[in-house]
C-alpha cells in the first residue's frame, strides 16, 4: 500500500477546496482523487455560476456568510484569478403567494434579523421600489424586497479549476478516472480502495454528496441522505445590456416556488433556476433529460415577472443535490473514526466552499476548526434520529 498523509475524494466544489488548503500545508503527500474527469458535470459543483450573499436567514450561515468572503478573496489573490463578480443581490418575497406555506425563517424577517445581528447593511423594498430600480421587473404588488450591494457570483467552474491548479502548486497530486470502491479505517489511518488499487493515508476527506454513502458502507455509516435532481435554464435574451451584471442583480424569489436567477453571464443568456424543485434520484439512475413541466414552470415565471429576462432557450441542464433531512450541511469526522472527515453540501454549500475547504483541513488536521461548525455535526438529531422529519421541501 501506497502511503499518503491526506487523501481527498471527490474533487467538486468541497473537495477541490480542501484539496488546495491541505496541500498548501502538507505539500507532496496530499493526493486527491476523481472518479470522473476534473470539471465533470454528474455531481453537484458544474456550471459557471452560483449566488454568494450575505443574505442568510439562520446563524450558522449567517456566522460563516463573512468569512467566506475573505477566503474567496485570499484564493483570488493567491491566483491572479477573478472568481467572484459583485451584482448586487435581491431577496424577493411574494406574500400573497405563500400564504398557505410554511416558510420558516426564510422570510423578509428571516433574513433581515440575521443583518441585523451580524451588522449587514441593506435595503428594505416594497414593489413600487423594485420597479423603480430595476424596471426589469414586473411584481404583483404585494411582494416586499430586500437588497444587499455585496451578493453577486461566484464562477463555479472556475473556482474548482483554480483550487485544483493551486493544490498542484503546493505539491499535490490528482488523479481523475479513479474511482474509489470503499474508504475503510485501518489501524490510526485509513485504507482507500481504488480501481487501480488500495492506497493508505493518514487521514481521508470524503467529499462525494450522493457517493458517500457507498463509499461509508465499511464504516458502518449510513447518512440518511436524500438525493434530488435539479435544473437550471439559459435564455438567449436578445436584452443583452438590460440584464449584464453591472444593470441586474441576482435575485432569490420566495413564492409559490423558490426561484433564483443570474444576469448575462458564462453564457450570453440569463440563467434561471427552481430551489429543491426536482424529484428524489440517485446517483446511478439520475435521468440528465430535463423536466419538460420545471422548463414550462421557469417560462411563466419569467413571462409573467421578467419578460424581457426570457428569450430562446439557449439550454437546460441537471444537476445533483445531496440532502440531510434538516437541509444543513454536513462538515464532521466519524465518531468511531476521526481519521475520516465527511463533507455534505446540501445544494447550497458553493458560497462557502472557500471557507469549508480550511474547515475540512482543520478537521482533517484534528484541529479546532477555524469557526464554528458545532450545527453541521455527523451527530446531530436530523442524522441519528429516524423520526426525525424531512424539513427541505419548506
Known amino acids: 500500500m501506497t502511503g499518503h498523509r491526506a487523501i481527498v475524494v471527490g474533487l467538486g466544489g468541497l473537495g477541490s477546496a480542501a484539496l488546495h488548503r491541505l496541500a498548501a500545508e502538507l505539500g507532496a503527500g496530499v493526493l486527491g482523487i476523481e472518479q470522473f474527469e476534473l470539471g465533470h458535470h454528474r455531481g453537484a459543483s458544474q456550471d459557471h455560476s452560483r449566488i454568494i450573499r450575505l443574505a442568510q436567514h439562520q446563524a450558522p450561515y449567517a456566522a460563516l456568510a463573512a468569512p467566506a468572503y475573505a477566503a474567496w478573496h485570499e484564493v483570488e489573490a493567491e491566483s491572479g484569478q477573478q472568481i467572484v463578480t459583485r451584482t448586487g443581490g435581491l431577496v424577493v418575497e411574494d406574500r400573497p403567494a405563500r400564504q398557505n406555506t410554511a416558510t420558516g425563517t426564510r422570510n423578509i424577517e428571516g433574513y433581515t434579523a440575521m443583518f441585523d445581528r451580524f451588522g449587514v447593511d441593506y435595503e428594505l423594498l416594497d414593489a413600487d421600489d423594485l420597479v ?90 449510513a447518512l440518511p441522505l436524500t438525493v434530488l435532481q435539479e435544473q437550471v435554464t439559459y435564455y438567449a435574451t436578445p436584452h443583452l445590456a438590460e440584464f449584464s451584471p453591472a444593470r441586474f442583480p441576482v435575485f432569490m424569489w420566495h413564492g409559490r416556488h423558490n426561484f433564483y436567477g443570474f444576469p448575462v453571464y458564462g453564457e450570453v443568456a440569463t440563467k434561471l433556476g427552481q430551489h429543491m424543485g426536482g424529484p428524489e434520484t440517485t446517483a446511478d439512475t439520475r435521468s440528465f433529460d430535463p423536466d419538460p413541466v420545471r422548463r414550462e414552470r421557469y417560462a411563466e415565471f419569467v413571462a409573467r415577472h421578467i419578460p424581457r429576462f426570457g428569450g430562446p432557450e439557449l439550454y437546460s ?11 444543513d450541511f454536513v462538515l464532521d469526522t466519524l465518531p468511531e473514526h476521526p481519521q475520516i472527515a465527511v463533507a455534505i453540501g446540501a445544494g447550497h454549500a458553493f458560497k462557502f466552499a472557500a471557507l469549508i475547504g480550511r474547515l475540512l483541513a482543520d478537521l482533517a488536521l484534528d484541529r479546532e476548526p477555524c469557526h464554528p461548525i458545532d450545527a453541521f455535526s455527523i451527530t446531530r438529531p436530523a442524522l441519528t434520529d429516524p423520526s426525525f422529519p424531512r424539513s427541505f421541501h419548506v
Open 317 to 327: 441542464k441537471t444537476c445533483l443535490y445531496t440532502v440531510p433531512p434538516d437541509q
Open 132 to 221: 423603480d430600480r430595476w424596471p426589469q421587473f414586473r411584481p404583483g404588488g404585494g411582494e416586499q424586497a430586500l437588497y444587499q450591494p455585496e451578493s453577486g457570483i461566484v464562477d463555479a467552474a472556475r473556482a474548482n479549476a483554480v483550487h485544483v491548479a493551486l493544490a498542484r502548486a503546493h505539491g499535490a497530486e490528482v488523479r481523475p478516472h479513479t474511482r474509489v470502491h470503499a474508504v475503510r479505517p485501518d489501524g490510526a489511518g485509513v485504507a482507500v480502495v481504488t480501481n487501480g488499487g488500495t492506497l493508505r493515508a493518514d487521514r481521508v476527506v470524503v467529499a462525494c454528496d450522493a457517493w458517500t454513502n457507498q463509499l461509508l458502507a465499511e464504516t458502518g455509516v
